[in-house]
T-cell receptor, first 111, second 114 residues
């Protein structure tokens, strides 16, 4: 079983709709969770971090964490064509330097 | 004023050659990393240094040797290059926030081995 799993997509969402990206992880000791966005040919950039169960909102982005189910998700409201990118889920145990990434979900927003 | 800079951005070389990629960060971070991203976009950690000390050394062929002359620099030297080494190599540095490390990546170095 992969340590961090994501549906590779592609996920196509109409402009203005909600995009929902999902991620599961295998290590129950994982304590920190991140979503990175990577445009084609560019480097990953951090868009959200979440450390406790529940929802965390930042603008159009909401991260959701359920440690009991070992599940973290990212919702993008009012999707824009500029949101088209690969979204990488990453997890790390607390105090651990090793950030483990999923394979990423390619999101395409259709105008 | 680039935060994490890598050179070169592109590298094309023949099998069997030796090459190096350099990385520098001006963020004042203590920890630096090398990640490899393959053609399927899977981003996998290779090495991590904290204040010049190696703290993560994943299962990587010993043809890959990192070197950190100071905490602002982390270089990657690769000996006897193989076709499978073709990938994008990302350098990153991290700061600690809320007990976790938040990474800032460089622009990447695309290595093509012919």
């Amino acid at each position: 079983q992969k340590e961090v799993e994501q549906n590779s997509g592609p996920l196509s969402v109409p402009e203005g709709a909600i995009a929902s990206l999902n991620c599961t992880y295998s290590d129950r000791g994982s304590q920190s969770f991140f979503w990175y966005r990577q445009y084609s040919g560019k480097s990953p950039e951090l868009i959200m971090s979440i450390y406790s169960n529940g929802d965390k909102e930042d603008g159009r982005f909401t991260a959701q964490l359920n440690k009991a189910s070992q599940y973290v998700s990212l919702l993008i409201r009012d999707s824009q064509p500029s949101d088209s990118a690969t979204y990488l889920c990453a997890v790390t145990p607390i105090g651990n330097e090793k950030l483990t990434f999923g394979t990423g979900t390619r999101l395409t927003i259709i105008p | 004023d680039t935060a994490v800079s890598q050179t070169p951005k592109y590298l094309v070389t023949q099998m069997g050659n030796d090459k190096s990629i350099k990385c520098e960060q001006n963020l004042g971070h203590d920890t630096m990393y090398w990640y490899k991203q393959d053609s399927k976009k899977f981003l996998k950690i290779m090495f991590s240094y904290n204040n010049k000390e190696l703290i993560i050394n994943e299962t990587v062929p010993n043809r890959f040797s990192p070197k950190s002359p100071d905490k602002a620099h982390l270089n990657l030297h690769i000996n006897s290059l193989e076709l499978g080494d073709s990938a994008v190599y990302f350098c990153a540095s991290s700061r600690r926030t809320s007990g976790a490390n938040v990474l800032t990546f460089g622009a990447g170095s695309r290595l093509t081995v012919l």
